[in-house]
């Protein structure tokens, strides 16, 4: 498939469902989308697999990759990126194949405290380093521990981003953020980044209780894998 996107646009690729909604053009050839495909890599999660012939998301377009498991383009020659490429998760809700799996690697929650004596923040998600610990809200409680570094430098398996831990005292409703999610782009040919590439992590909830409230850690970032010759 040659997939040749406008330089206006979206595209929205869903990891969970193995669909992918855009203005670009392309070949619908048979086979182009595999999904829940095992690594070569023990110990990751199944990816969404986008094959395609070439690659072209100029600027102005934005390719958004959502869902429960990391996206992958194989790409049979060259890959130009001059547009946005996001894994992002927003708030709660991790970027493609974020939060999985994370175990200590998720920030903990903050335990104890109120709301009219102050209570702590939930502690950062870790990814490729360890995440923060939580903020201390001058209460009795105790702040979310970080969470511890996982993964490495060559990103296999290939994994995302993880979760915040809980605000304390009265903030059950302040969850912490979601993990970034995880794209890798491995091109036969040239590969060309004159855009953004991201996958940040979330933001964490806001205590319900105003500014004596512990609120959500923060997720961290997930994993971006560029390969090309």
């Not at 392309?26 to 070439?54: E, F, R």
């Not at 831990?165 to 953020?177: F, M, R, S, V």
């Not at 855009?195 to 806001?206: E, P």
């Amino acid at each position: 498939t040659v997939w040749n996107c406008p330089g206006s646009g979206t595209t929205a690729i869903n990891s969970t469902a193995g669909t992918i909604t855009t203005t670009c053009t392309a070949d619908a050839t048979a086979g182009y989308i595999q999904n829940n495909v095992a690594q070569g890599t023990a110990g990751g999660p199944t990816v969404m697999l986008v094959k395609l012939a070439s690659m072209a998301v100029p600027a102005g377009h934005t390719v958004t990759l959502t869902g429960d498991k990391p996206v992958v383009f194989l790409v049979n020659g060259a890959a130009t990126i001059g547009g946005i490429i996001s894994a992002n998760a927003s708030g709660t809700t991790p970027g493609a194949g974020g939060n999985w799996s994370c175990g200590t690697s998720a920030g903990g929650a903050a335990i104890g405290g109120t709301c009219t004596g102050g209570s702590e923040g939930g502690g950062g998600g870790g990814f490729g380093t360890a995440g923060g610990r939580g903020g201390d809200g001058g209460g009795t409680g105790v702040v979310g521990i970080a969470g511890v570094a996982r993964g490495g430098a060559t990103i296999t398996p290939l994994i995302g981003g993880c979760l915040g831990g809980l605000g304390g005292g009265n903030g059950t409703d302040a969850a912490g953020g979601a993990g970034g999610g995880a794209v890798q782009i491995s091109a036969a040919g040239v590969l060309t980044v004159t855009g953004t590439i991201r996958a940040n992590g979330g933001v964490g909830a806001v205590g319900s209780c105003g500014n004596e409230a512990g609120g959500g850690g923060g997720g961290s970032g997930g994993a971006l894998l560029l390969e090309a010759t």
